[in-house]
Nanobody, 121 residues
């Protein structure tokens, strides 16, 4: 079984920074892609960005230049670094890991529990 546990988040003033972590654990052969999503109150969930198994990253335009995604491959931990935060970045942020299990190579697609980020003065 594969699990994703998120940490980080909280309250920050506009212009501040936060880092979210996403630790994937369990019977993992490979994490093919780790996605970060967010969902603001009353809005649909939107993709923030992703990092592939070879370390390529992509950030959605509104967050480009302010957010970066990185990873520690040895621990299957992905990080979302958020700088120059704006009130409109307030949302619940979710991590999603897609990959293959060890042994069977069965696919997995698991979500973290979500973490609240609030940007307010």
């Amino acid at each position: 079984q594969v699990r994703v546990v998120q940490s980080g988040g909280g309250l920050v003033q506009p212009g501040g920074s936060l880092r979210l972590s996403c630790a994937t654990s369990g019977n993992i052969f490979k994490v093919n892609v780790a996605n970060w999503y967010r969902q603001a109150p009353g809005k649909q969930r939107e993709l923030v960005g992703l990092i592939s198994s070879i370390g390529m990253t992509s950030i959605t335009d509104p967050m480009k230049g302010r957010f970066t995604i990185s990873r520690d491959k040895a621990t299957n931990t992905t990080y979302l670094q958020m700088n120059s935060l704006l009130p409109e970045d307030t949302a619940v942020y979710y991590c999603n890991a897609i990959g293959q299990e060890l042994g069977t190579l069965a696919s997995f697609n698991v979500w973290g529990q979500g973490t609240q980020v609030t940007v307010s003065s």
